[in-house]
């Protein structure tokens, strides 16, 4: 928990989004591994990853936003695994 709460301050005290979205890219690897060992929801979470970047995030959504690019890239990726 201390590491999330880390991660996230991180993120929050980031001046540029391109800090923001390399901060995200840490969260995102422990936020997966709480999510992994803990049932969230009763809905299934999505681990997506960008080749580009390779980087992880969760998603409720199969569909592909990446968080990484912007509208540049927002398509790029792939769903990995699927945790329910």
């Known amino acids: 928990v201390n590491t999330l ?3 996230a301050g991180t993120i929050a005290d980031a001046k540029t989004i391109d800090k923001q979205r390399a901060a ?3 969260f ?5 591994e709480v999510a992994k060992s803990l049932k969230l ?3 299934p979470v999505y681990v997506q990853y960008c080749p580009m970047k390779k ?4 998603s409720n959504e199969k ?7 912007g509208n540049s890239m927002l398509t790029c990726g792939k769903v990995t695994d699927t945790l329910q």
Not at 28 to 32: I, L, P
């Open 63 to 69: 569909s592909i936003k990446n968080p990484y690019y």
């Open 41 to 43: 929801t009763d809905q």
């Open 5 to 7: 709460l880390k991660d």
């Open 24 to 26: 995200f890219s840490n």
């Open 28 to 32: 995102s690897t422990n936020v997966t």
């Open 55 to 58: 980087a992880s995030w969760l």
